[in-house]
């Protein structure tokens, strides 16, 4: 039988890893959509570039996959952060139950 610090301990790591899934279900969601944005964007772009010998349509494609870039890696930063904190949450419990 789970004593009541046993059920508090499962309470509280079920709220750390739902909170911990949908941080992790919205960024990777908004990571995908960056990326797709800036593969349309490449293949738009740079064919049209290309055929048209206008270097112009290379170079704004260029510009607008690297303007994305500072997003997505804003967004990896975060994920980071999510990751060390939910780190900290867990290393927090296991004091307060386990040791």
Request: hydrophobic share 45%.
């Amino acid at each position: 039988m789970l004593t009541n610090e046993d059920r508090e301990l499962q309470i509280e790591l079920t709220k750390l890893q739902i909170e911990h899934a949908n941080t992790t279900s919205t960024n990777t969601i908004a990571l995908s959509v960056i990326f797709s944005v800036m593969a349309s964007i490449f293949v738009v772009y740079v064919p049209l570039g290309v055929t048209t010998h206008n270097s112009l349509y290379t170079y704004v494609g260029a510009m607008l996959v690297v303007g994305l870039l500072i997003p997505a890696l804003y967004i990896l930063g975060v994920m980071r952060r999510s990751e060390e904190r939910l780190e900290e949450q867990i290393r927090g419990l296991k004091k307060k139950y386990l040791w």
